[in-house]
């Protein structure tokens, strides 16, 4: 059985970390994003491969996975000679194949769905396609699923404007597609599934089958919800590694270090090969990648500081999100809320 990860886009709305990162390998922690969907999708033993669909930086994210042999999987990669859209990725990552239905996941959602229990309702239904569902408070952002009694999807609106939500429920970005629906996909054109496929199946009256699923779902792809999987993995709410055995605590690598006279308050995340100055604070729900240095009586309260950004004596960074390479100077003062990209440079005594 197939699984094809649509990770393709830009990323727009994770501007700047996403320059020259893209969104399937933002880090969570110490570790590219997709690596938490690949966990997920080897809850089934049936999925024998991987396909990543990609458009954009492809080479970097070939890079990070390789065939996927260090993981326990098989993956493959699919790059469009230009972007397709989610419905025309998924059928030029699908090519010829037939039998099998496949199993399809937006690459920028993090949950912990019952994947086979998604695929035994697809097959008990004999649906020709599922869809997971699950509640939000505010559908504007989403694809809106209304469905009835029977759990049959009724209607799919995307992105729908607050005078046409009548439900809660929200296309979580996880399917199951039986592979001859694909036939009213255009090829080698742009083509949406939520705009055009979903919105025709519900038309055609097929079974198209809701699995709604209130357990932890997020679509990491703003700043706030990025930072909300890094503080619901520490939180235990979304149990995930680094924290699944810990939550709630401060993990400090063991090639990490921290001098004497620094302050550590849990939970945090502190990466191999940091160094942590004497009189400095790191506060809750701050995460310091691999490779960082914050100086002496600097402070650092729930940023989230990708890998070799330096901190400046006495500077104080609150809640922000830095990418890799940034110098922020002494004194400096970095509000919560702040982006900065890959090797911003802040002067001493700046502030932001
Ligand atoms: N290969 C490829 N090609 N992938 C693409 C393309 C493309 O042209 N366009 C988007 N993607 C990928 C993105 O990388 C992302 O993983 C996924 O498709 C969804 O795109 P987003 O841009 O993140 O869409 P969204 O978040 O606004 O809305 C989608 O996700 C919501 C759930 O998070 C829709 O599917 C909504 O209906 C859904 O509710
Ligand atoms: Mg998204």
């Keep these: 059985m197939k699984a094809i990860l649509l990770a393709g886009g830009k990323g727009t709305r994770l501007r700047p ?3 020259h990162t ?17 966990d997920l999708l ?21 890079e990070v996975f390789g065939s996927g042999g260090d993981l326990g999987v098989h993956i493959r990669y699919v790059v469009e000679p230009q972007p397709l859209g989610t419905g025309g990725a998924i059928k030029f990552a699908a090519g010829h194949y037939s039998g099998e239905p496949l199993v399809v996941f937006n690459g920028d959602v993090l949950t912990a769905v019952d994947l086979p229990a998604v695929l035994a309702l697809h097959r008990e239904r004999q649906a020709a396609a599922t869809i997971v569902l699950t509640p939000v408070e505010n559908p504007t952002a989403y694809g809106l699923v209304e469905t009835d009694a029977d759990g049959n999807v009724r209607a799919f609106l995307e992105k729908p404007t607050p005078d046409q939500i009548r439900c809660n429920t929200i296309n979580a970005g996880i399917y199951v597609l039986e592979p001859d629906t694909l036939g009213r996909i255009p090829s080698d054109v742009a083509y949406s599934i939520e705009r055009g496929y979903f919105p025709s199946l519900v038309a055609n009256g097929e079974t198209f089958v809701a699995y709604v699923y209130d357990g932890y779902w997020l679509d990491i792809g703003t700043p706030e919800k990025y930072r909300q999987a890094h503080i619901d993995i520490m939180d235990g709410r979304f149990p995930a590694p680094p924290f699944q055995a810990a939550p709630g605590t401060a993990l400090v690598s063991p090639e990490a270090r921290i001098e004497d006279g620094a302050t550590v308050e849990a939970p945090c995340f502190i990466g191999a090969g940091a160094v942590v100055r004497a009189g400095a604070r790191i506060g809750p729900y701050s995460v310091i990648g691999s490779s960082c240095h914050i100086g002496e009586n600097a402070v650092v309260d729930g940023a989230i500081l990708w890998p070799n950004t330096w901190v400046d004596a006495g500077a104080e ?10 110098h922020i100077g002494r004194q400096a003062r970095v509000a919560g809320g702040t982006l900065l990209g890959d090797k911003s440079v802040l002067t001493d005594y700046s502030s932001i």
Excluded: M, W
């Design 22 to 38: 893209p969104k399937p390998i933002v880090p969570i922690f110490d570790r590219p994003f997709l690596q938490y969907q690949i």
């Design 17 to 19: 970390l996403t320059l």
């Design 42 to 62: 080897r809850q089934v033993p049936e999925i024998d491969e991987i396909v990543l669909s990609l458009n954009y930086q492809p080479r970097r994210i070939e």
């Design 317 to 326: 960074v609150g809640p922000a999100l830095t990418g890799r390479h940034c």
